[in-house]
């Protein structure tokens, strides 16, 4: 299967004739070049995984295929940088996310950035940021992968900061890089730390299940916890950083500023379930050498996934709703993996995890697109200048409410089959977590409805000009998307992808089931009731809760907090001392050290006059007072 | 006014006199190097100078190690490279005065500062 090569180096090579070609073809061919590529190793992407799922078998087990691997750099016999390509069921899976939302978004793209200025630099981006993410879920060890994360971050800084006359845009890709970027110095030292005991970067050695790999890490333990636990818990912490977990989400909400398509393919689909995606990679590891971080997880992953579920509901501006229901969604990804064990039943959490990243990342992008196109249509962010719009735009109507269906769990969309196996992981686990699970998925059911209603029922707004529905390249990738999102729950997904690689037939749990789509009903019917005609009952809860409510919109003051902690305790107690010191001790040094010299010099300036003759007469002298001294001396 | 003549001939110059010739001949350049103001004297007093520690070599060598040659081919070689030298400063101040229309030595202090 040497061709998946092509699936990663193609969008490099149409990264780099994009990003030299910038300005000398028109926008247009740009655009098609792009998504021309993309269409390519779409199909690739699909023969692979059809391949790879068809023969790649053995005993009931899927292979580790690894059709290339080179060694990029040695540095000594345990320490090498390797490169290559790694096929499983999940990088498969992924490969397969990937290029459908990424051809989905070029092909949106087309329309919804026309006429921009830097409309190839934007594709150029696209096909960076697809290479990256690629790269990144074909890794065949973790220092590839962390290569690959840091490229991911990098396309997404630029992306964020697409439009970089605007300063929030600005903002918003400092802040996104920063906080990933801080959260990546835990991913580095963990690694750093598990490859030292372990002696290898390799994930087919660390996952392999041979006890040996870990006999080193035995014993040792710093602060209470063993060494494992520390490794495995600062690679998770860069895995938060992306996948914006508690407290480091606070870079996603603001990344809303980049191009709606944008938010769709990085900040919904893909890059933000990076950090689920590591997790998986090394599940086996954190399932047997450190099941206490694997808890912590857990346990992040279910807070986090409230406290956006609860923000979400309360926000206006729609693609900042969009923005926490995707933090609270990859909580249930993330605790989905944490309450996982390994093996075949064990294992569903897993398997769910999985499953929920899949169909998450078709109805989130087709929600994020769907928000792209009410924007292209009434300029605006805010729910307040939207409002019956069904009338206007039929097929992002439909669309929009078939994801939101299938974000709140209903059947038959796949929303309700991943979340459903969710949820029964999440029994097993604990009961207390399943009804937490549950209440979050109820609120989302609940947002998601309040952002529907708002958009397309309601009240309407006076507009400028009558809205309009999008044109077919934009209209296109919704229909698509929409499809996969009804009919993916029906893919036996634990045929492909499972914790051991076998087989694993996924039953329904009618309990769990019945609990949660009469849940979300409730939800959606309360949402119905509040926000399908203008009513006061909103108004009134506001006025009730005052105090939480007013919490929940500045987004329980997580962000005043860092800036506290920034501007008030770091930058004053360390930063300003620190900058004060180099000003007048070192600096002060330095320009001694000039001064004194500058002094010299123009003090003894004169005597190199440029007069030879001067010159010869001071030697003469010279010459004649040391033969006087000889002489005399002798 | 025959014996005189023999006897002017007969004893050989003292050493001294030849080293006072050159002497003389050394301090002349010396006193014109650093008095002259145009560039061509000074390379003249240059020569002065090479010319008397040439005799030097030679009065030291004839009187002092009658048996040896090293000191007459010094000087042959110092002759030498002083028509080589002299050739090139004065190539270097035909450029400065296509340069600057002078040769006055005062004047050549431009890359002072």
Redesign the interface.
């Known amino acids: 299967m040497q061709y998946t090569l092509l699936i990663v180096l193609l969008p490099l090579i149409s990264f780099i004739v994009l990003g030299l070609m910038d300005s000398k073809w028109k926008p247009q061919v740009a655009g098609i070049i792009g998504a021309t590529v993309l269409g390519i190793i779409t199909l690739l992407s699909y023969i692979t995984a059809f391949e790879y799922f068809s023969f790649h078998k053995i005993n009931g087990v899927y292979e580790k295929l690894i059709p290339m691997h080179v060694e990029w750099i040695r540095f000594t016999q345990y320490l090498h940088i390797d490169l290559g390509i790694l096929l499983d069921p999940i990088s498969v899976m992924m490969l397969v996310v990937i290029t459908t939302v990424s051809l989905m978004v070029n092909i949106y793209s087309l329309s919804y950035m026309h006429g921009e200025k830097g409309f190839q630099r934007y594709y150029a981006f696209l096909s960076l940021f697809t290479f990256s993410m690629l790269g990144l879920v074909v890794a065949t060890n973790i220092f590839q992968m962390y290569l690959f994360w840091e490229l991911v971050g990098v396309s997404s800084y630029l992306l964020i900061g697409f439009y970089y006359t605007k300063p929030s845009a600005v903002a918003a890709s400092k802040k996104a890089f920063i906080v990933t970027r801080f959260a990546d110095l835990g991913f580095l030292v963990g690694i750093l730390f598990l490859s030292f005991y372990t002696k290898t970067f390799d994930f087919g050695v660390l996952t392999s299940g041979n006890a040996s790999v870990f006999a080193s890490t035995t014993g040792v333990s710093f602060m209470g916890l063993s060494v494992m636990s520390w490794a495995m818990g600062l690679i998770f912490i860069g895995g938060a950083g992306k996948s914006a977990m508690f407290p480091l989400h606070i870079w996603l909400p603001d990344a809303m500023e980049g191009p709606t398509p944008v938010s769709a393919l990085i900040h919904a689909a893909t890059m933000v379930v990076a950090g689920v995606y590591l997790v998986a990679r090394l599940f086996p590891v954190y399932e047997v050498y450190a099941p206490d971080v694997l808890h912590g997880i857990a346990y992040v992953g279910a807070f986090t996934s409230l406290f956006a579920a609860v923000i979400a509901c309360v926000q206006t501006d729609i693609k900042r709703v969009l923005a926490f229901s995707t933090i609270s969604q990859i909580g249930f990804m993330m605790v989905a993996l944490g309450v996982s064990g390994y093996g075949s039943h064990e294992g569903l959490g897993y398997m769910a995890s999985m499953f929920h990243l899949f169909t998450h990342a078709m109805f989130k992008a087709l929600l994020f697109l769907g928000a792209g196109s009410v924007i292209h249509a009434v300029h605006s962010n805010e729910m307040n200048h939207m409002g019956g719009l069904r009338k206007y735009m039929p097929i992002t109507n439909w669309t929009f409410l078939i994801a939101c269906l299938a974000i709140a769990g209903i059947p038959p969309f796949s929303g309700f089959f991943s979340k459903d196996e969710i949820l029964s992981a999440c029994y097993e686990f604990s009961p207390y977590m399943g009804g937490v699970m549950t209440f979050i998925a109820g609120l989302t059911a609940f947002y998601m409805f309040r952002l529907y209603f708002n958009i397309f029922w309601g009240k309407e707004h006076k507009h400028a000009h009558t809205p309009h529905e999008s044109p077919f390249a934009m209209a296109f990738p919704l229909v698509f998307l929409a499809c996969v999102t009804v009919v993916a729950g029906f893919i036996p997904f634990g045929h492909f992808v499972t914790s051991d690689l076998a087989n694993y037939d996924i039953h329904l749990d009618y309990t769990v089931a019945g609990i949660s789509v009469g849940v979300a009903i409730l939800s959606i019917a309360l949402a119905t009731i509040m926000y399908r005609k203008e009513s006061e009952v909103p108004k009134k809860l506001a006025t009730t809760f005052a105090g939480l409510h007013k919490a929940a919109s500045s987004r329980f003051y997580v962000d005043e907090v860092y800036i506290f902690i920034t501007k008030k305790i770091i930058f004053n107690l360390i930063s300003t001392p620190i900058a004060w010191f180099d000003r007048h001790i070192i600096d002060a040094t330095m320009d001694g050290f000039g001064g004194v010299t500058q002094w010299t010099s123009s003090r003894i300036k004169s005597f190199q006059s440029g007069q030879v003759q001067q010159y010869a007469y001071v030697f003469l002298l010279g010459t004649l007072f040391i033969a006087a001294l000889v002489y005399f001396i002798h | 006014m025959g014996d005189l003549f023999i006897n002017f001939f007969s004893n050989p110059v003292p050493m001294e006199a030849y080293l006072g010739v050159s002497l003389i001949m050394f301090f002349a350049g010396?006193y014109g190097?650093?008095?002259r103001k145009s560039l061509l004297m000074?390379l003249v007093s240059i020569e002065l100078m090479l010319n008397a520690a040439d005799i030097n070599f030679v009065v030291f060598n004839r009187y002092l190690y009658p048996g040896q040659m090293e000191g007459f081919f010094f000087t042959l070689f110092a002759i030498a490279i002083a028509a080589c030298e002299t050739a090139v400063a004065i190539a270097i101040i035909i450029n400065i005065y296509r340069n600057l229309t002078s040769v006055e030595?005062?004047e050549?202090?431009?890359?002072?500062e």
């Not at chain 2, 050549?108 to 002072?112: G, N, P, S």
């Open positions: 010396v190097f650093l008095s000074i030595v005062g050549l202090d431009e890359m002072k």
